[in-house]
């Protein structure tokens, strides 16, 4: 019992970590480029181009490059210490072909694609 107990605890801070670690910044990170873009964007008379906002990777390649080193140590993490043998569902798999994805779409700038998996990650724990 203990030792189910002490699975999902592990699970609990995997979900902690790449929420608050991984989505929470990645999120921000996006509005705040989208708001900026907005802002470049506008016409002299307050209104904005019709235009859709791309987001890439030059416009903060910096936290954007830590980002993916936070995804990385949570994808080790789950990968190494968590396990779902005890559990009622397996989750395990599913957990990290999400995380796969999503780092699959941050190295091609697919931003929606990436925090859609990665949400999809967080909802599976």
Known sequence: MLRKIRRGIRW???LDALQMQVIRPLSLLLD??????RKRLRNGDG????????????A???????????????????????R???LARPIK????????????AMAADDWG?????LQNASRCM
């Open 93 to 104: 798999k599913r957990v990290e072909l999400y995380l796969e994805v999503a780092q699959e």
């Open 84 to 86: 779902d043998n005890d």
């Open 113 to 117: 694609l990436a925090k859609t998996n």
């Open 60 to 82: 903060a390649p910096h936290l954007i490059a830590a980002i993916e080193k936070s995804l990385q140590e949570v994808r080790t993490k789950i990968h190494e210490r968590c």
């Open 32 to 37: 705040e480029i989208k708001r900026l873009e």
């Open 12 to 14: 609990i801070f995997a």
């Open 47 to 58: 209104t904005f181009t019709k235009d859709k906002i791309v987001i890439q990777r030059s």
